[in-house]
């Protein structure tokens, strides 16, 4: 078995900003402060490369080979972003990872974010020495999903675009963070569109646990306990240090 690296640095791209921070991956624990830059407008692949390469000088770990990870908010297969989210659409079809690697002169482990929140809530949250099925889902701008079954990752499981018919929306555009904010919804309305997200995904994969994430996941006890649901539901415990953690953690195995 190949020995896992005791730190590594996790980097969290998103549409507004760029965090990044040192990690203790056998613990799951920030060893560093917490570097954040802006999102770069436009959000286009050069644009966003500099500002990584800003936040690890921040960090002051530009020179230092211990593993880094990158989470991107985008389908992430073989090394390449198959889609984007509040990102530039040249970041579509794109070969992502090998042009950080060529950019910032090192080896990264590219992995989509909700999947690296699943990783830091399996390993070191909500879900550590889980069995069977736990999914998580991010409730923000859209909603974000990672799927791990018996702690083992698969990848760009996109549950938020699962379909509301009776509505002709799909999940994420019915029941995310942001449509209860823009609609002004009480937490007992917007608990009855997560109460139909949550049991279709109860019905169609039989989760073992659900664990909740996101910015909101600090109320949650205002709209979990509202929920009527035969699978375990419960907050995530990493927030928003989630993605550094999680990417940190992959680039270490």
């Known amino acids: 078995m190949t020995e896992i690296a005791a730190r590594a640095v996790g980097v969290d791209i998103g549409g507004t900003g760029i965090k990044a921070g040192v990690v203790d991956v056998t613990t799951g ?3 560093s402060t917490r570097a954040k830059v802006a999102t770069p407008e436009g959000a286009k692949p050069r644009d966003v490369l500099a500002a990584v390469e800003q936040v690890l000088d921040l960090l002051d770990v530009a020179e230092d080979k211990i ?7 985008a389908i992430i297969k073989s090394g390449r972003t198959m889609s984007a989210a509040n990102v530039s659409d040249e970041w ?3 070969e992502a990872e090998k042009f950080f690697e060529d950019g910032l002169g090192r080896d990264i482990h590219f992995a989509n974010d909700a ?3 699943g990783i830091a809530e399996v ?4 879900a550590k020495d889980q069995a069977g099925l736990t999914i998580l889902t991010t409730l923000g701008t859209g909603i974000g999903s990672a799927m791990i079954y018996n702690g083992v990752l698969v990848p760009n499981s996109e549950l938020g675009h699962v379909q509301r018919a009776k509505h002709g929306k799909d999940a994420e555009a019915y029941a995310a963070n942001s449509v209860m904010e823009r609609l002004g919804l009480s937490w007992a309305q917007w608990a009855k569109r997560l109460q139909w997200y949550y049991s279709h995904l109860e019905f169609l994969f039989s989760p073992d646990l659900f664990v909740v994430g996101g910015g909101v996941s600090k109320s949650s006890d205002k709209f979990l306990p509202l929920l009527d649901l035969k699978t375990p539901i419960v907050p995530a415990v990493h927030r928003n240090n989630a ?4 990417a940190a953690a992959l680039a270490a195995d």
Do not use: N, Q, S, Y
Not at 67 to 73: D, I, K, R, S, T
Not at 123 to 126: I, K, N, P, Q, V
């Open 123 to 126: 390993r070191f949250g909500a």
């Open 92 to 94: 579509i079809g794109f």
């Open 29 to 31: 624990t920030l060893i």
């Open 67 to 73: 593993p880094l990870g990158v989470a991107f908010p």
């Open 243 to 246: 993605g550094i953690i999680g």
């Open 115 to 117: 999947d690296v929140a």
